[in-house]
């Protein structure tokens, strides 16, 4: 099954390249972040705070989630309602980042994540795709860029949405998740050793995706 696995740290672009990547190849792009946005939305939604583990568990036996595609952009479903347009609001990018440490929840997801990578050819991308939810993928890229070109980069992508947050905010967040996700215990953020790494500070989007289609070219 062609599987392409794409982890990197938040704001290094994976999710444009795993778009262009997946358009390009004509396979499904499974946008595994927007899975855990989602249960985060649905635990605010209740009430509960994202750190609290006793309280977030139980909410799971109620999260029905399911991953449609319209058009080619794939929703995130949940109990019947399309909370797509709800999780890319700023608050919820950090919060995902926080439910996503309970074991319970990455457990949840990633049945789901690979029941669907199991049936379909698909890139993923995320945290610990290559690590943790598709190991034996025959593909693996971890992108990565300097905590201040990612902070530039999301900084404008929410001002062009009308998000108003200052830059040195933005930047403080990148930091807050780059320590949170690596320092996890549970499938924390890391590269793999069979990973291709690249950086893409100074690398336009095209450039990236030449490095990675010339990859799985040569295989």
Same mark, same amino acid.
């Given at each position: ?13 994976? @999710? ?12 499904? *792009?499974?946008?595994?972040? $927007?899975? *855990?946005?989602?249960?985060? &939305?649905? %635990?605010? !939604? ?9 309280? +977030? =568990? ?18 995130? +479903? #949940? ?23 309970? /074991? ?11 029941? =669907?990578?199991?049936?379909? /050819?698909? %890139?993923?991308?995320?945290?610990? =795709?290559? @690590? *943790? +939810?598709? /190991?034996?993928? /025959? &593909?693996?890229?971890?992108?990565? $860029? @300097? ?17 108003? #947050?200052? &830059? ?22 890391? $590269?793999?050793?069979? $990973?291709? =790494? #690249? ?7 095209? !450039? ?12």
């Amino acid at each position: 099954m062609l599987n392409i696995a794409i982890d990197g740290p938040a704001g290094a672009g994976k @999710s444009t390249m795993a778009k262009a990547l997946a358009k390009k190849l004509n396979i499904v *792009y499974l946008d595994t972040g $927007a899975m *855990y946005r989602g249960v985060a &939305y649905y %635990v605010l !939604q209740r009430g509960v705070d994202p750190a609290d583990e006793a309280n +977030v =568990i139980p909410l799971l036996d109620g999260i029905e989630m399911d991953i449609v595609y319209e058009n080619g952009q794939q929703k995130v +479903v #949940i109990c019947g309602e399309d909370v797509t347009p709800y999780i890319r609001e700023h608050n919820i990018s950090m919060a995902a980042s926080t439910v996503s440490k309970i /074991p319970a929840v990455r457990i949840k997801l990633v049945e789901l994540q690979r029941a =669907i990578a199991a049936k379909t /050819p698909c %890139v993923l991308d995320g945290r610990d =795709i290559g @690590s *943790y +939810v598709l /190991p034996n993928a /025959p &593909y693996k890229f971890f992108l990565t $860029a @300097s905590a201040e070109e990612r902070a530039r980069r999301r900084h404008l992508e929410l001002a062009e949405k009308g998000v108003k #947050i200052s &830059y040195e905010e933005v930047l403080e967040d990148i930091k807050a998740r780059d320590h949170q996700d690596s320092s996890r215990a549970f499938a924390p953020l890391k $590269a793999t050793e069979d $990973a291709v =790494i #690249i950086d893409t500070t100074s690398l336009t989007p095209e !450039q990236t995706i030449e490095m990675i289609m010339s990859r799985i070219n040569s295989k």
